[in-house]
């Protein structure tokens, strides 16, 4: 974890950090950090039950995520409507749906959920059935994300992804007959010997499950996963950049030729009401308050992230302690360079009166180069064309240099 500063016992926020609460969108994160297995490529903060030792469980875990949301109440001073709640993990599905719902409850009880509010959770394919599914509903959970990443069962394979290739459209058509009014796919590509026509078959198979939203991100190896230290040893290839830029345009192509638009890099959506509302609650600035070990929040600019184990982060809350590790104010600068950062992948871009002038020569190079739409810059924006998205990171490199 980051070093950061101290955080005080109560998780008391500084002045500023409250300063506007509830002028902006604000949302909920819940981290469930469990998991049934590992996946080959994944570095995220989770625990299978052989790795959780003593002093924490899926049992009691529901009860000590709500405490967290009381503890949030207490911080923030007063009630916020939240707008969206996010259940990731891990694997959130694999506690019961009532306890899932419990959270829930207490987020709406200590808050109060804004009328219309986006209730999302991710989900295995495999991790859910249809009375699971209408058991989520019931609390009030209106989008589900389910992670397939692949058609290919060779490709899932080196992934160490554990579902049957076709379980996920079956997912899907359970989750529309529970009523759920949105679900996503999240894709994979540039694995490890994953083929163009693995990709293709893999985005055609997405699209016939008729979600209203895909999520499409390219594979990266991260230090300390079982992937990379299989690519160290040589049993696999490296991913290559050029791949997965040819993988990308393959997929915006067939998406946006199913009726999907992107919205931000790496996310389509059918119809505008399919976006992710508490992603772009992230990417415009908002406020959230992520619970849960390992999980990271933001108010106001200040951003703090809690102990990264199950058993820690529930002794602290059950000695009525903060469960955070650490934390860091924001400094202007900082707030600039993370807004063009966010905003600028999404396809209503960033202001050209927000640049600053030492920046201006590298928005005009953009645009020549053909990074930029020109209809757009003569409005007064800067949005990526379908060329800028791939080299959207670059960008904003040169634009913060």
């Avoid at 080959?40 to 000590?64: I, K, Q």
Wanted: hydrophobic share 40%; charged share 25%; net charge negative.
């Amino acid at each position: 974890m980051p070093d950061g500063d101290p955080v005080p016992v109560s998780g008391e926020l500084p002045a500023s950090a409250l300063d506007g609460l509830g002028e902006r969108a604000f949302g909920f994160y819940v981290h469930v950090p469990f998991c049934v297995t590992r996946c080959g490529y994944c570095d995220f903060n989770t625990y299978t039950a052989a790795e959780l030792g003593p002093g924490a469980s899926h049992r009691d875990y529901a009860d000590t995520a709500v405490a967290e949301v009381r503890m949030a109440r207490r911080v923030l001073g007063r009630p916020v409507p939240v707008e969206t709640v996010f259940f990731g993990g891990g694997t959130p599905t694999l506690l019961p749906a009532d306890d899932l719902g419990r959270i829930l409850r207490a987020i709406d009880e200590e808050f109060g959920l804004a009328p219309g509010a986006e209730v999302t959770t991710e989900a295995n394919p495999e991790s859910v059935d249809p009375d699971y599914l209408e058991r989520l509903r019931g609390h009030g959970f209106n989008r589900i994300s389910f992670g397939m990443q692949s058609a290919r069962e060779h490709v899932l394979d080196v992934l160490d992804r554990r579902h049957t290739p076709g379980r996920p459209a079956q997912a899907v058509r359970e989750a529309r007959s529970a009523g759920f009014a949105h679900v996503n796919l999240d894709l994979i590509y540039g694995t490890p010997g994953e083929s163009d026509d693995d990709w293709r078959a893999s985005l055609e198979a997405a699209v016939e499950a008729a979600p209203d939203h895909v999520s499409a991100y390219s594979l990266i190896v991260e230090d300390g996963t079982r992937l990379a230290a299989r690519i160290r040893r040589g049993e696999l290839p490296m991913p290559d950049d050029d791949v997965a830029a040819d993988r990308y345009l393959i997929a915006d192509e067939l998406l946006e030729k199913a009726g999907f638009r992107w919205y931000e890099v790496s996310n389509w959506a059918s119809t505008e009401q399919g976006r992710c509302r508490h992603n772009l609650l992230y990417w415009t600035g908002g406020d959230w308050w992520a619970a849960g070990p390992g999980a990271h929040s933001h108010v106001g600019g200040t951003r703090w992230w809690n102990v990264k184990h199950p058993a820690a982060y529930a002794r602290r809350l059950a000695d009525g302690h903060s469960p955070a590790h650490a934390r860091e104010v924001l400094s202007d600068a900082d707030r600039r360079v993370e807004r063009l950062m966010l905003e600028l992948r999404l396809d209503s871009g960033f202001p050209l009166a927000d640049i600053e002038p030492d920046a201006r020569p590298v928005v005009a190079r953009a645009l020549g180069d053909g990074l930029l739409e020109t209809e757009a810059f003569k409005a007064g924006r800067m949005v990526l064309t379908l060329g800028g998205r791939l080299l959207a990171d670059a960008l904003v490199r040169d634009l913060t240099a």
